[in-house]
């Protein structure tokens, strides 16, 4: 018997919220074509769970544990998608009207990522999730799953007498914005009719008998079913643009034909499901680190560079995701030249002279490897020193990011046998970790780290940030739990010298923001430090 695993936070007996009831209707549709379902709560999935299973439909996911989120990504699965589970706020609004979150507020994109696809509801929800995520496996199931009892209701409904008033759903729900809808009956002399009831067909009813329905969702609404409840009632609907039916072509429709229209899109709807179980699906080959470089004119040190990341003990578990930002000399032709001996390097040229964070975040969004690590082309690193990393953090749990002592050489495209009996250490990872010790970059130029870090955290800051984007980071990443872990072991050469140096008073004050935005971590050493750092932040404020 074909199976299918459905994971939810809740499902529709648990409350009839929207997307519960839609999901009750998929599954029952899916047993009536023969296959058997297993309905589990996302708290309770196991990975012998996920071992007994081909196939997941994932629909809310916030309680499912971290490394089954991790676990899963090697399993063939989709994301049934209700909200905006992959921004921090779940609610694009917050970002402006262009509905676009900033990099460090985009979450879960690599379960977004490694879905065989993404369902949505509407037109206007593929457009959001396309927009913040950029994903190429984006599906509009173009609406929802009505039962048929409930369509059958609904057209007995929809031949009530109507009145002309403006129904508003009387919701606690901030979002739904029920003040909004009476200010604008209010401001156009508009008869408001308030719709509530515990009961499903109750609150139908009172919809039905008016002429109206007024909805102004402060959140943009991947369809909203009671929007498109009213329309099969028969009534007109008065509305915003952040409504995602309203960007179906079938919106125009209302009444029966509305129903039957819907009548027959719940086959399609189940079919595209059934497409996506038979689809051909290959476990995916990971690799074990993604080392990540990005660059512009980095000419006189690429040949070197390229040597010793490639000549790296285990290279051949790594990818190294190059991100060139339109260079002007002969990078290409040196990068091809290693393209052609190793098929684990990607390169990707831009043609723009873009900063170095969206770049890290690009190559970050391309990565695969369940590891990250940083190799500035300027820097050498210790033949053994991603492996050294590596094995420290793979077996290590609890911990999400791992660091070694880096030795500081003023020359430039140097050997590291020729410096490691150097005591001539990087300041900031001579330290232990902390959160008082964070005051410091102390991850400083060769961490490695969790990709889960960025599901749970978000990308590097690329909109406030232009030097000091791995402090802050790191930062964002400790204040929410993550832990690190300093290794008593030189990993590589730190060029003092090299690109990557900066001293000038937009650092400063970047630097000073950093720090009180993060004070609270920094324990005795915020007293301490709050003077140095508050000479920049007083220049901001000028």
Same mark, same amino acid.
């Not at 209707?25 to 297993?38: C, K």
């Not at 309905?39 to 089954?68: A, G, M, P, Q």
């Not at 003990?313 to 030249?337: G, H, P, V």
């Not at 900031?428 to 010790?437: G, L, P, T, V």
């Given at each position: 018997?074909?199976?299918?695993?459905?994971?939810?936070?809740?499902?529709a007996?648990?409350i009839l919220?929207?997307?519960?009831?839609?999901?009750?209707?998929?599954?029952?549709?899916l047993v009536?074509?023969?296959?058997?379902?297993e309905k589990?709560?996302?708290?309770?999935?196991?990975?012998?769970?996920?071992?007994?299973?081909?196939?997941?439909?994932?629909?809310?996911?916030?309680?499912l544990?971290?490394?089954?989120?991790e676990?899963?990504q090697?399993?063939?699965?989709?994301i049934?998608?209700?909200?905006?589970?992959?921004?921090?706020?779940?609610?694009p609004?917050?970002?402006?009207?262009?509905?676009?979150?900033?990099?460090?507020?985009?979450?879960?994109?690599?379960f977004?990522k490694n879905?065989?696809?993404v369902l949505?509801?509407?037109k206007?929800h593929?457009?959001i999730?396309?927009?913040?995520?950029?994903?190429n496996?984006v599906?509009?199931?173009?609406?929802?799953?009505?039962?048929?009892?409930?369509l059958d209701?609904?057209?007995?409904?929809?031949?009530?007498?109507?009145?002309?008033?403006y129904?508003?759903?009387?919701?606690?729900?901030?979002?739904?914005?029920?003040?909004?809808?009476?200010?604008?009956?209010?401001?156009?002399?508009?008869?408001p009719?308030l719709c509530?009831?515990?009961?499903y067909?109750?609150?139908l009813?009172?919809?039905?008998?008016n002429?109206?329905?007024?909805f102004?969702?402060?959140?943009?609404?991947t369809?909203?079913?009671?929007v498109?409840?009213?329309?099969?009632?028969g009534?007109s609907?008065?509305?915003?643009?952040?409504?995602?039916?309203?960007?179906?072509?079938?919106?125009?429709?209302?009444g029966?034909?509305l129903?039957?229209?819907?009548?027959?899109?719940?086959n399609q709807?189940?079919d595209?499901?059934?497409?996506?179980?038979?689809?051909?699906?290959?476990?995916?080959?990971?690799?074990?680190?993604?080392?990540?470089?990005?660059?512009?004119?980095?000419?006189?040190?690429?040949?070197?560079?390229?040597?010793n990341?490639?000549?790296?003990?285990?290279?051949?578990?790594?990818e190294?995701?190059?991100?060139?930002a339109?260079?002007?000399?002969?990078?290409k032709?040196?990068i091809?030249?290693?393209?052609k001996?190793?098929?684990?390097?990607?390169?990707?040229?831009?043609?723009k002279?873009?900063?170095?964070?969206?770049c890290?975040?690009m190559a970050?969004e391309m990565?695969?490897?369940?590891y990250l690590?940083?190799?500035?082309?300027?820097?050498? *690193?210790? !033949? =053994?020193c991603i &492996?050294?990393?590596?094995? /420290?953090?793979?077996?290590?749990?609890? #911990?999400?990011? +791992?660091? $070694?002592?880096?030795?500081i050489?003023?020359?430039?495209?140097q050997?590291?046998t020729?410096h490691? *009996?150097? !005591? =001539?250490?990087? &300041?900031?990872?001579?330290y /232990?970790?902390?959160n008082?010790?964070? #005051?410091?970059? +102390?991850? $400083?130029?060769?961490?490695?780290?969790?990709?889960?870090?960025?599901e749970?955290?978000?990308?590097?800051?690329?909109? =406030?940030?232009?030097?000091?984007d791995?402090w /802050?980071?790191w930062?964002?990443s400790?204040?929410?739990?993550?832990?690190?872990?300093?290794?008593?072991?030189?990993?590589?050469?730190?060029?003092?010298?090299?690109r990557?140096?900066?001293? =000038?008073?937009?650092?400063?004050?970047?630097?000073?923001k950093?720090?009180?935005?993060?004070?609270?971590?920094?324990?005795?050493n915020?007293?301490?430090?709050?003077?140095?750092?508050?000479?920049?932040?007083?220049?901001?404020e000028?």
């Amino acid at each position: 018997m074909k199976k299918i695993a459905f994971i939810a936070d809740i499902f529709a007996e648990d409350i009839l919220g929207g997307g519960e009831l839609n999901n009750k209707v998929l599954i029952e549709m899916l047993v009536e074509r023969g296959y058997a379902v297993e309905k589990i709560y996302s708290h309770n999935v196991k990975n012998d769970t996920l071992e007994k299973h081909h196939f997941f439909i994932i629909s809310n996911f916030i309680n499912l544990k971290r490394n089954i989120l991790e676990n899963i990504q090697s399993k063939k699965y989709v994301i049934y998608e209700h909200d905006h589970k992959y921004i921090k706020s779940r609610n694009p609004a917050t970002y402006g009207s262009n509905l676009k979150a900033p990099p460090s507020e985009i979450i879960n994109y690599k379960f977004y990522k490694n879905a065989i696809a993404v369902l949505c509801q509407s037109k206007l929800h593929k457009q959001i999730v396309e927009k913040n995520l950029q994903l190429n496996n984006v599906i509009n199931l173009g609406g929802n799953l009505w039962s048929s009892d409930t369509l059958d209701m609904l057209e007995n409904l929809s031949k009530n007498k109507k009145q002309a008033r403006y129904s508003i759903m009387d919701s606690q729900i901030p979002h739904k914005n029920t003040a909004g809808a009476l200010n604008y009956c209010n401001k156009n002399s508009l008869e408001p009719k308030l719709c509530r009831s515990k009961s499903y067909h109750e609150f139908l009813r009172q919809l039905s008998e008016n002429s109206h329905f007024v909805f102004f969702p402060l959140t943009p609404e991947t369809l909203s079913r009671v929007v498109v409840e009213a329309r099969m009632l028969g009534c007109s609907v008065i509305t915003t643009k952040i409504v995602g039916a309203t960007s179906e072509e079938w919106f125009k429709l209302k009444g029966p034909e509305l129903i039957n229209f819907l009548r027959n899109k719940k086959n399609q709807i189940v079919d595209k499901i059934e497409q996506l179980y038979n689809s051909d699906f290959t476990k995916p080959n990971r690799p074990a680190v993604s080392i990540i470089t990005t660059f512009c004119d980095g000419e006189q040190y690429l040949e070197h560079f390229m040597k010793n990341i490639t000549s790296q003990s285990m290279f051949d578990r790594c990818e190294l995701l190059i991100i060139d930002a339109d260079s002007d000399n002969n990078e290409k032709q040196i990068i091809e030249k290693y393209t052609k001996q190793y098929n684990n390097i990607i390169y990707h040229r831009i043609d723009k002279k873009l900063k170095p964070t969206p770049c890290i975040n690009m190559a970050i969004e391309m990565s695969a490897g369940d590891y990250l690590t940083f190799a500035f082309i300027d820097d050498v *690193k210790a !033949d =053994n020193c991603i &492996e050294t990393l590596f094995n /420290e953090i793979n077996t290590n749990p609890d #911990i999400d990011l +791992v660091y $070694g002592d880096v030795i500081i050489v003023s020359e430039k495209n140097q050997l590291f046998t020729s410096h490691q *009996k150097s !005591d =001539n250490l990087f &300041e900031h990872s001579q330290y /232990e970790f902390s959160n008082e010790n964070m #005051i410091k970059c +102390v991850p $400083g130029p060769m961490p490695m780290w969790r990709s889960s870090m960025h599901e749970k955290n978000g990308f590097f800051d690329a909109i =406030n940030c232009d030097y000091a984007d791995d402090w /802050e980071m790191w930062l964002r990443s400790v204040a929410s739990g993550s832990k690190f872990k300093k290794i008593n072991q030189k990993v590589g050469l730190y060029y003092v010298d090299g690109r990557s140096q900066q001293n =000038n008073i937009n650092q400063k004050i970047e630097e000073a923001k950093i720090f009180f935005t993060y004070s609270h971590l920094f324990g005795n050493n915020y007293n301490k430090f709050k003077p140095y750092f508050s000479q920049f932040w007083k220049y901001n404020e000028r």
